[in-house]
Nanobody, 118 residues
């Protein structure tokens, strides 16, 4: 498994931007599908975005056009650029990794809090 550490969360006003980072350990980072998920208080964890090893990206409808996922394999890091933030984006954001051939994301970070004030 890969170890993941998120950073970049914080408090921002509605309409603002934040960039989350997720640093991964290990030598096989470039082969993993990386994802971002979030969990708001009282709600289940939900998918936000993912990026395959080849660079294909996927987004939840609620963030498409506002969030951008990217990766830098040389730095073993995946990013989530969030713009036009809304109060409903408030949640703990988690980074996750899925290895080749796996069905589920098997490695998770500890999460970083994002709070969007109205």
């Amino acid at each position: 498994q890969v170890q993941l550490v998120e950073s970049g969360g914080g408090l921002v006003q509605a309409g603002g931007s934040l960039r989350l980072s997720c640093a991964a350990s290990g030598r096989s980072f470039s082969t993993y599908t990386m994802g971002w998920f979030r969990q708001a208080p009282g709600k289940e964890r939900e998918f936000v975005a993912a990026i395959r090893s080849g660079g294909s990206t996927y987004y939840a409808d609620s963030v498409r056009g506002r969030f951008t996922i990217s990766r830098d394999n040389a730095k073993n890091t995946v990013y989530l650029q969030m713009t036009s933030l809304k109060p409903e984006d408030t949640a703990v954001y988690y980074c996750a990794a899925r290895s080749i051939g796996a069905v589920d994301f098997g490695s998770w970070g500890q999460g970083t809090q994002v709070t969007v004030s109205s």
